[in-house]
């Protein structure tokens, strides 16, 4: 089947740093999604993008929906301690299930 | 609003037991049911999902089966646990791209 590959896997980063992760396809995608999952918890959409090129903000979250729509990307500004935890992008390549990323784990050291 | 829930959130059963978890989805019709199981700190696997009652897809084959006897209730099912089963269970609901995630069921199989 699809798969995305999501990267990094991890990062460890100071509170207020900026972070970047992102992902890539071998396959085009109609939809872009970005999900945070804290411990324990269902993971939670936070952005969702549906037009090549499109640039979307969630107040200190950015995604964009890449121009050969094989990729998408999410930038974190100014990172604080509850920032932390399991961040998945998902695309959609047409009318199926979303295809997950496996995941950047998001450490945020105060 | 649409809310999804999931019970029980945390389940410890035997070997060879039966398992039973249901999740429900209320503010929406004919809604996308989606099972999803996530081994400790990966990714998320898609295991069923429904675009209507009765109407199940089986992504992987294994020890469960998945049910929809009404429009906004799915119901993942196993005759006979393994230990092999023991994960984090995700339910979660669509109408269009973007999926909502229940609370998760945390199964362990002893």
């Known amino acids: 089947g699809q798969q995305l590959n999501q990267s990094p896997q991890s990062m460890f980063i100071q509170e207020g740093e900026d972070v970047s992760m992102n992902c890539t396809s071998s396959s085009i995608f109609n939809t872009w999604l970005w999900y945070k999952q804290d411990p324990g918890e269902g993971p939670v959409l936070l952005i969702a993008?549906?037009?090549?090129?499109e640039l979307t903000s969630n107040g200190r979250l950015t995604a964009q929906f890449g121009i050969t729509r094989k990729d998408s990307f999410l930038n974190i500004s100014a990172s604080i301690p509850s920032d932390v935890g399991i961040y998945f992008c998902?695309?959609?390549?047409?009318?199926?299930?979303?295809?997950f990323g496996k995941g950047t784990r998001l450490s945020v050291i105060a | 609003s649409q809310t999804i829930h999931q019970w029980p959130a945390t389940l410890v059963q035997p070997v060879g037991s039966p398992l039973s978890l249901e999740c429900t989805v209320e503010g929406t019709s004919n809604p996308n049911l989606y099972w999803y199981r996530q081994a400790a700190g990966r990714g998320l696997q898609l295991l069923f999902y429904s675009i209507g009652i009765d109407q199940i897809s089986s992504e992987v084959p294994q020890n469960l089966s998945a049910s929809r006897p009404q429009d906004r209730q799915f119901i993942l099912s196993s005759k006979k646990l393994l230990l092999s089963d023991s994960g984090f269970y995700l339910c979660a609901w669509s109408v269009g791209s973007e999926a909502f995630f229940g609370q998760g069921t945390r199964l362990t199989v002893v």
């Open positions: 998902a695309g959609q390549p047409g009318n199926t299930p979303l295809v």
């Open positions: 993008l549906y037009k090549a090129g």
